[in-house]
């Protein structure tokens, strides 16, 4: 049973430009969250897709945004980035029907702002 | 708005004696509560929840965790530590809407 995927593991980005990272949910889970964990901290909530739309969003500017396909599969895209971007980011997957289960989480990209 | 606290930057345990890291919550309403684990370069990885009913919640690798809520704690525990529970732990508050989480508590465990 296949778990979350993220690709890629890895990217270097300089400033201004802009970025995509994806993330395939666990199998039978409809549910993606994207979280941004910076060194030494916890994850902090970006935001959350089911059924295509954007559901939930933490205090992260518009510069964040994503997309939901019919698959599942989802798209995390960071536009005119900063220094300050550069942390794992993290993908979740869940459903609806396991409410207060807990998420599986992929093993996250690592994205340096140089 | 809910909050976790986690007062322990670090926790240093000798193998075979038992570990305890602490986390205290704020929310209205029922509280969700889980606990992850997170290995270096790596993902969190989902221990073990609280939602209701009993006060003490078992999870993964032997863990176990002690809900109060009159102290709103969600303490995580283990009998006897073993040197691969060494890694980075995480309270988190919520749901699988959103989920806050803690700043962590490094475990480290001594031969």
């Known amino acids: 049973d296949a778990g979350v995927t993220q690709s890629p593991t890895h990217l270097i980005k300089t400033r201004g430009q802009q970025v995509t990272l994806r993330c395939s949910p666990k199998?039978?889970?409809?549910?993606v969250s994207w979280y941004q964990q910076a060194l030494g901290q916890g994850p902090q909530f970006i935001f959350q897709y089911y059924e295509e739309e954007e559901r939930q969003r933490g205090n992260f500017p518009d510069r964040f945004s994503g997309h939901q396909f019919p698959n599942y599969s989802s798209e995390l895209n960071v536009n005119a980035l900063l220094l300050g971007d550069s942390a794992l980011y993290l993908c979740?997957?869940?459903?609806?029907?396991?409410?207060?289960?807990?998420?599986?989480f992929g093993s996250g990209t690592r994205l340096t702002v140089v | 708005a809910q909050s976790v606290a986690q007062p322990e930057d670090q926790v240093n345990v000798a193998e075979g004696n038992p570990l305890t890291v602490k986390c205290t919550y704020s929310?209205?309403?029922?509280?969700?509560l889980f606990w992850y684990v997170q290995y270096p370069n790596r993902g969190l990885q989902f221990l073990l929840k609280y939602i209701t009913g009993d006060n003490l919640v078992k999870g993964s690798y032997g863990f176990e965790a002690e809900f109060n809520k009159s102290q709103t704690s969600f303490h995580l525990k283990k009998p006897s530590a073993l040197v691969s529970d060494s890694a980075l732990y995480f309270c988190a508050v919520g749901n699988a809407g959103k989920s806050t989480f803690g700043d962590g508590t490094t475990l480290t465990v001594k031969p």
């Open positions: 929310v209205s309403g029922n509280p969700y």
């Open positions: 979740a997957s869940s459903s609806p029907l396991d409410t207060g289960y807990g998420y599986t």
């Open positions: 199998s039978g889970h409809d549910t």
